[in-house]
């Protein structure tokens, strides 16, 4: 009989202060099997890191490493908050800090090569002999690495058989795939892979599985998201090499759950790195501003920021508004949190128009955002804000000019602002696209414009 054990987690989203009790779970788990002498892996699915967490943007992700190597991952999973939110440079800047692997086989770089430290495959050996062959995937978002970040990605199901298929070469027993790809999609992958994989440890889709699911002879497993749960699953081949049973468990962080004290010390320790960055003075404000006045304010930013005719922003962009007084770093990251590209785009008159008109309709301003980088997530949208577009009875001016219905205008805005479909104002399709700046966001822009001031508000 030959038996493997697989603890596992997926989907953090950087929720430190739940983590750090997670972790005493994960530690107790840890030391339970070593004492029986049980073969194990500690894995992660992936999106372990979230930038919009001030902690893990301003340690560029190292608290997260740090976190999990101190707990003796043996491999992590590569997610879109890994993935889509870190450039290339910032990648491979953090695998070689990394001491816990990150495998990934789908996705590579432009030039067909591994990204950064990434590795495509991992083989290990485990105490008591056991050879294990990890693999990786992570949920190419409809071609958009490809498109949008110049990276090389491959089809998912037959880059995990070439992999496995090298790895059972080098002497792997077992083949386990990290997926960030959703609990559907595995399910899908799992029939293709049957007779291929062992397992699959899932993640991105946050699903709660109580129990492990065997599909097509191929085990799959997920613990939902954001530390609630730590996954727990327990494999058995018989001589002949058949599965002949696999038990799993969801163990559930509760109220009782305690503070895993090498784990708090690594959190405080990276919070402490982060305070003189929290606390810098970007300007001082002479009186307190709303939240309306802070979003006309974004919108004003991005004007600028493009040296655009037209600044326009949505109202889900400011979770509020800043107190009279110092405005710190850390006051506006918390304020501005959702994970917008700034972007440019032309318009015609006939859009602004429409725009405004929409925008009265204040049904409009409570449809609610989900993912694509909102932060937090399930928010109203809010209403429309302009930066140099007046209405009154006189009419609708551009900068003191009257608007011109068939003119095109150049905005600076957000990216969620060319997509009509997506925040449900008709009158923005139609805008010609002119530039999209990745892994620069709103409140990036608005920091950097407060940082240029002379002049004190």
Not at 28 to 41: C, D, I, K, M, T
Not at 56 to 74: I, K, R, S, V, W
Not at 235 to 249: I, M, Q, T
Request: glycine share 10%; hydrophobic share 40%; charged share 20%.
């Amino acid at each position: 009989m030959q038996t493997l054990t697989i603890l596992h987690t997926n989907d953090l989203h950087a929720e430190y202060d739940v983590w750090v009790r997670l972790a005493s779970l994960i530690r107790q788990r840890q030391s339970a099997l070593r004492a029986a002498g049980e073969p194990f892996l500690l894995l992660d699915g992936g999106d372990h890191l979230d930038i919009s967490v001030p902690e893990c943007l301003l340690t560029a992700g190292q608290l997260n490493m740090d976190l999990l190597a101190e707990l003796g991952y043996h491999a992590s999973g590569v997610g879109n908050n890994e993935l889509a939110r870190l450039t290339e440079a910032q990648v491979t800047a953090l695998t070689a800090y990394s001491p816990v692997p990150w495998v990934l086989t789908n996705v590579r770089d432009g030039q067909g090569q591994g990204i950064g430290e990434v590795h495509t495959e991992l083989l290990l050996t485990l105490e008591g002999g056991l050879t294990i062959g990890l693999a990786g995937l992570t949920d190419p978002i409809k071609g958009e690495y490809d498109r949008i970040w110049g990276y090389s990605t491959s089809d998912s199901a037959a880059s995990i058989r070439a992999a496995a298929a090298r790895l059972r070469a080098q002497g792997a027993e077992r083949i386990v795939v990290l997926s960030h790809e959703g609990y559907a999609r595995d399910q899908e992958l799992a029939r293709e892979w049957s007779g291929v994989v062992d397992i699959i440890v899932g993640a991105h889709s946050h699903t709660v599985l109580p129990e492990p699911e065997l599909v097509a002879g191929v085990v799959i497993v997920q613990a939902g998201s954001h530390g609630r749960y730590l996954g727990e699953v327990c494999l058995e081949w018989d001589a002949d090499g058949a599965l002949v049973a696999a038990r799993g468990l969801l163990h559930p962080l509760t109220e009782s759950t305690p503070i895993d004290a090498g784990q708090a010390q690594i959190l405080a320790a990276g919070r402490e790195r982060c305070e003189a960055i929290y606390e810098e003075v970007l300007t001082v404000l002479d009186k307190p501003l709303s939240h309306d006045e802070v979003v006309t304010w974004t919108a004003e930013v991005m004007r600028d920021f493009y040296e655009a005719e037209i600044g326009l922003m949505i109202g889900a962009v400011a979770t509020g508004g800043f107190p009279a007084g110092p405005l710190t770093f850390r006051a506006v990251f918390e304020t501005l949190r959702s994970l917008i590209c700034v972007t440019s785009f032309e318009m015609q008159g006939r859009q602004i128009r429409g725009l405004l008109e929409e925008n009265r309709d204040t049904t409009r301003h409570e449809h609610r955002l989900f993912g694509n980088g909102m932060r937090p997530k399930n928010i109203p949208l809010g209403k429309l804000y302009f930066a140099g577009v007046t209405e009154d009875e006189q009419g609708i001016t551009v900068n003191g000019a009257p608007l011109d219905l068939d003119r095109w205008y150049k905005v600076g805005t957000g990216e969620h602002l060319f997509y009509g479909k997506t925040l449900g104002y008709p009158s923005l399709n139609g805008s010609r696209a002119l530039v999209v700046d990745d892994f620069m966001y709103i409140r990036d822009a608005f920091i950097a414009a407060l940082r240029k001031q002379q002049v004190m508000i």
